[in-house]
């Protein structure tokens, strides 16, 4: 049995239904529906990953890292697995599965030490909520300059996802879609006050006073 059919069989098996995907690994093996987009292990560290991580966490580090990747496009091969996984949830392995994750990882030889996270990612000690791990948890988050989240975030620097009401929409137009929504579901007339708690740069709060004419408080937390 080859590294990639034993990774398909156990994902089969934690799923409980057919594969939505196939697997390729790191010495040439393939397993899974020919049609469906290639997952590929570059290295049995790929699979130690996701052995100890289960789930998104374990495939984003793999990816991040370099140990997984997807043949093609990535957007459409999520796609196509988020439409075949539709109404399934979040991978656990239990108890009665450690047998197979271990024979999984044992025969390929990936058995191994947790892998040291991506570089970039936080590293934080100490007690949790002590002084010093929440200042350097505060300082990787927040100490990053505007100009970066504004290449994520738009002009509208708007955390949280927009309201797309036609494909051509600009991110810009479906934030301001969103914010127009939420005043619109509040009911805000002229008179009304809003409080956004976590407002982030205040996008709400700025649309709210100008398209409603509604005085607006915003409180976003001490950092």
Known sequence: MTPATRVAGLLTDLLGQPLPVRI????GSTAGPAEAPTVVLRNRRALRRLLWQPGEPGLADAYISGDLDVE????????????????????????????KLLA??????ALGPRPVPPGGRARVGGAVHSRDRDRAVVSHHYDL?????????G???????????????TLQSAQEA???LICRKLDLRPGSRLLDVGCGWGALALHAAR???????WYQGPA
């Open 24 to 27: 390729q690994a790191w010495e």
């Open 72 to 99: 093609g496009e990535l957007r459409p091969a999520l796609s196509q697995v988020r439409a075949a996984l539709a109404g399934h949830g979040p991978v656990r392995p239990g108890l009665r599965d450690r047998p």
């Open 104 to 109: 999984t990882a044992v025969r390929p030889g």
């Open 145 to 153: 300059s505007i100009e970066f989240y504004a290449l994520l975030l």
């Open 155 to 169: 002009p509208a620097m708007a955390y949280s996802c927009a309201y797309w009401t036609a494909p051509s929409d």
């Open 178 to 180: 969103k914010f127009d």
């Open 211 to 217: 398209a409603h004419a509604t005085p607006a408080d």
